[in-house]
């Protein structure tokens, strides 16, 4: 059974860069054909896509957080990780990470997520 | 971007009830229609995919169906368990999310 399990810090300064982790466990991150996501809730909204990444490196970003958003892998952790550079309140959200299955180019959809962990933008 | 609405946002319902969920792409989706059920305080669980088939180990209470650009989710009898919220996703767009509450 794969699971999936954020950390980081919950609680970001405004302007500063939001770092979080996802440990992958039950599986490698490197086997199978699986996208590596984040993807957030704000509270009282809807879900909102932040990115992936597929084991071999290739990324791929929501074109309204792109010039902000870092993907990346670690795989002798079989962890994954985002970077959110200058963040501010509207980046205040409950951040999962979650695997997804790609039956073709650019179709994706989510097996397994992550428990979520919140993060708070605040000075 | 496709853009997805679901509605109602919130459903009042009973024990035993059917209810039914739509979601509406801005544009043609194909059959690549996902549906998630969120507890409060849980991650989404991932029920339906390619718009009708059921995840390994979800109940036969829940069945989607639709094309094009009109999508539905269907819970046959409502169990306790089933009150929560509900979202239909294609690919990096999700829809608002559905409320089911006791009525």
């Known amino acids: 059974q794969v699971q999936l399990q954020e950390s980081g810090p919950g609680l970001v300064k405004p302007s500063q860069t939001l770092s979080l982790s996802c440990n992958v466990s039950g599986g490698s991150i490197t086997s199978g054909d699986y996208y590596w996501n984040w993807i957030r809730h704000h509270r009282g909204k809807g879900l909102e896509w932040i990115g992936n990444i597929y084991h071999s490196g290739p990324t791929d970003y929501n074109p309204s957080l792109k010039s902000r958003v870092t993907i990346s892998l670690d795989m002798s952790k079989n962890q994954f990780s985002l970077k959110l550079t200058s963040v501010t309140a509207a980046d205040t959200a409950v951040y999962y990470c979650?695997?997804?299955?790609?039956?073709?180019?650019?179709?994706?959809?989510?097996?397994?997520w992550g428990q979520g962990t919140p993060v708070t933008v605040s000075s | 971007d496709i853009q997805m609405t679901q509605s109602p946002s919130t459903l009042s319902a009973s024990v035993g009830d059917r209810v039914t969920i739509t979601c509406r792409a801005s544009q043609h989706i194909g059959g690549w229609l996902a549906w998630y059920q969120q507890r409060p305080g849980k991650a989404p669980k991932l029920l339906i995919y390619?718009?009708?088939s059921l995840e390994n180990g979800v109940s036969t209470r829940f069945s989607g169906s639709g094309s094009g650009t009109e999508f539905t989710l269907t819970i046959s009898s409502l169990q306790p368990d089933d009150f929560a919220t509900y979202f239909c996703q294609q690919s990096g767009s999700f829809g608002q999310g559905t409320r089911v509450e006791i009525k």
């Open positions: 979650a695997r997804a299955i790609a039956p073709l180019r650019g179709i994706f959809y989510f097996d397994y």
């Open positions: 390619k718009t009708s």
